[in-house]
């Protein structure tokens, strides 16, 4: 199956937000997105607000449950009791957990599963009761032991961080290392049972060499990028773009 594309939403979020008003609008354009064939869409709500409201993910479970039933909401963040409140007042269909500080700009650190394994079963345990998918933030750094860990928890997927990989847009020697190390990670998370999901700094440029690399990828999220090149194209053009990228016939 082609790896599915879920489009973040927090960089449209965050220019609604420099202005007291409606607009940019995150469910329009989270509409377009699902139109024009993306197979669901990513918040990260972080506790001060800064993109996603709180207030967005009622406004996003609805467009989805109402026009697009077979699409799958993501919600991202890390498991405070606040989140997980969240969490399970929305139910999405798959909660994402990153080991973010509050203070942080954007996620770019998978866990250390070594120190928090242990810590993460119960939170798994609670979501997955809820009938959510669980999927953990891993870095991708070839650690087989760390991966069995993550399986350990009982999460369903881990969703390797491509922060370094995307930071490799000028050096391709260092992102063909990096894809290499991405690529043993998930090798070895889909021997232990688990799926790979994939996200952050991803583009059109650098899709296809992740996908040849990791063909059973899942799925990714994406939201700067996808966000930067709308400006350029349009959100629909561009999610067809990111769709080729990921394999899809379109």
Same mark, same amino acid.
């Given at each position: 199956?082609?790896?599915?594309?879920?489009?973040?939403? /927090?960089?449209?979020?965050?220019?609604?937000?420099?202005?007291?008003?409606?607009?940019?609008?995150?469910?329009?354009?989270?509409?377009?997105?699902?139109?024009?064939?993306?197979?669901?869409?990513?918040?990260?709500?972080?506790?001060?607000?800064?993109?996603?409201?709180?207030?967005?993910?009622?406004?996003?479970?609805?467009?989805?449950?109402? +026009?697009?039933?077979?699409?799958?909401? /993501?919600?991202?963040?890390?498991?405070?009791?606040?989140?997980?409140?969240?969490?399970?007042?929305? +139910?999405?269909?798959?909660?994402?957990?990153?080991?973010?500080?509050?203070?942080?700009?954007?996620?770019?650190?998978?866990?250390?599963?070594?120190?928090?394994?242990?810590?993460?079963?119960?939170?798994?345990?609670?979501?997955? $009761?809820?009938?959510?998918?669980?999927?953990?933030?891993?870095?991708?750094?070839?650690?087989?032991?760390?991966?069995?860990?993550?399986?350990?928890?009982?999460?369903?997927?881990?969703?390797?961080?491509?922060?370094?990989?995307?930071?490799?847009?000028?050096?391709?020697?260092?992102?063909? $290392?990096?894809?290499?190390?991405?690529?043993?990670?998930?090798?070895?998370?889909?021997?232990?049972?688990?799926?790979?999901?994939?996200?952050?700094?991803?583009?059109?440029? /650098?899709?296809?060499?992740?996908?040849?690399?990791?063909?059973?990828?899942?799925?990714?999220?994406?939201?700067?990028?996808?966000?930067?090149?709308?400006?350029?194209?349009?959100?629909?053009?561009?999610?067809?773009?990111?769709?080729?990228?990921?394999?899809?016939?379109?």
């Amino acid at each position: 199956m082609p790896t599915k594309l879920s489009v973040n939403l /927090n960089a449209i979020a965050m220019l609604r937000n420099r202005r007291d008003l409606p607009w940019p609008s995150v469910e329009g354009l989270g509409r377009i997105a699902l139109q024009a064939g993306a197979a669901g869409l990513t918040v990260h709500p972080r506790p001060d607000q800064r993109h996603i409201r709180f207030s967005d993910l009622p406004v996003i479970r609805a467009l989805i449950d109402d +026009e697009f039933p077979d699409a799958e909401f /993501n919600i991202e963040g890390y498991p405070s009791e606040d989140f997980m409140a969240l969490c399970e007042k929305t +139910e999405p269909e798959q909660v994402t957990l990153v080991p973010d500080d509050p203070s942080q700009a954007t996620s770019d650190h998978g866990f250390d599963f070594r120190a928090s394994s242990e810590l993460l079963k119960p939170i798994v345990a609670r979501l997955k $009761k809820k009938g959510m998918r669980v999927s953990l933030f891993a870095d991708g750094d070839g650690d087989g032991e760390a991966v069995k860990l993550a399986r350990a928890t009982g999460a369903d997927r881990i969703e390797l961080y491509t922060g370094p990989y995307g930071g490799c847009f000028d050096d391709p020697e260092r992102g063909a $290392k990096i894809l290499d190390d991405l690529g043993r990670t998930a090798d070895a998370a889909l021997a232990e049972g688990l799926g790979v999901n994939a996200g952050h700094d991803l583009t059109v440029a /650098n899709l296809p060499a992740l996908i040849k690399r990791i063909p059973k990828l899942a799925e990714v999220s994406i939201g700067h990028g996808l966000t930067a090149d709308a400006l350029e194209y349009g959100m629909a053009e561009t999610v067809h773009r990111f769709r080729r990228a990921c394999g899809q016939p379109v």
